[in-house]
């Protein structure tokens, strides 16, 4: 069995049995892991870190073949700033949604990692704007994931938005926009404002940490980003949580 160690990040703790706790970790190095911490619940734990859902933590494991054993594990930062705010750990949770939802198995990608993490950052240190850094982590993760929203030009016709007549349709199924005729009548489209397609290329534009601290237009951009994520996630996991261990693992 192999040994590792890794940065992670908690997405889900759930406690196991009188001492145990099953974890999701979004890791640097493994990509999606599910693993168990033995103990960690016992006054005389020899862990240095909690493991809370969301903190950062340096860890040690070897793999198994469905849960890997966490045997070390450090905090790097706890974030809890965001636990204690509901309106911060919403955000985060369609943060941790998304990345469950877009990020298959055990394929390491360092840009989700870091990604992650500077989304959670992000959301610690601002005091508001939490559902547009929310917007912003789902269509950067998209991105990363190969399923880039296309905002700049028509999906049938390529026709600039700015140079129709202004009505414009998001399609999540064909992951962009419509002109007003190739728009088809059967497909799960929904008008979308000019304005809120410039906020989307804002929010892909800049860096997570600069995003915006209003909520102008947030509810429809946050309805662009759902429902494209929705048809873009494999087996639509934003369904229903999935179950530690029935996953891929490396
Ligand atoms: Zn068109």
Known sequence: MA?????????????????DRILDLYTQDAGLVSAIAKGIRRTKSRFGARLEPL?????????????????????????????????????????????????????????VFNLL?????????????????????GLKLSMLAGYAPQLDACVGCEAVPEETDGRL????????????????????????PLEVLDRLRALIRNPIRDVPTDEILGESVRRVVRSHVLAHAPGNLLLGPSTPGTRRLA
């Open 169 to 192: 349709y998001f399609a999540p199924n064909l992951g962009g926009v419509l002109c007003a005729e190739c728009r088809t009548e059967s497909a799960d489209t929904f008008p979308i």
């Open 3 to 19: 040994v590792y160690k890794s940065k992670g990040i908690v997405l889900r703790s759930i406690r196991y049995g009188e001492a």
């Open 117 to 137: 993490y500077h989304g959670l950052d992000s959301l610690e240190s601002r005091d508001a704007g939490f559902g547009t850094v929310e917007a912003a982590f």
């Open 55 to 111: 903190s950062c933590v340096d860890f040690v494991a070897y793999q198994g073949r469905t849960l890997h054993t966490v045997t070390q594990a450090e905090t790097l930062r706890s974030f809890h700033g965001i636990r204690e705010d509901l309106a911060r750990f919403d955000a985060a949770a369609g943060i941790v949604r998304t990345v469950r939802a877009l990020s298959g198995g055990d394929e390491a990608d360092r840009r």
